[in-house]
């Protein structure tokens, strides 16, 4: 998957800021102001991604592909190297799984419209 590819997928998703709190190497993207991926800007395209505790290291013992979250939080972070090997549709499955993780975790109010618009992206696409 190509690095455009992934800033616009990601930034098509409602309310979604491209950040860049850690310098300009890498693009950080949040929703309701939380992390949901980072993605260098440079060298080889990884993306580096929020993900269910207990999920974690099952993608990683089943895909090489799929690392221990690089500079991350192990046990809530992958790092994903899209470099063809894994289907373009499962990493955006891996997004968007990302994304509603960070969602659930916002305050009620905020979470309940994000899913609603989320929702809504999803019968669009």
Known sequence: MERETLRAYM?????????????????????????????????????????????????????????????????HWNTVQCDGALDEAFIEEMIIDSYVLVVKGVKKADHERLLRALDRWRSDE
């Not at 098509?12 to 991926?37: I, N, Q, R």
């Not at 999920?55 to 221990?68: D, G, H, N």
């Open 11 to 75: 930034m098509s998703l409602p309310e979604t800021a491209e950040t860049l709190p850690f310098g300009p190497d890498v693009w950080v993207y949040k929703v309701a102001g939380k992390m949901f991926a980072l993605l260098p800007h440079t060298g080889p395209v990884r993306i580096s991604l929020k993900c269910d505790p207990d999920e974690a290291p099952l993608l990683r013992e089943r895909y090489p592909e799929i690392e221990p979250g690089y500079h991350l939080n192990k046990q």
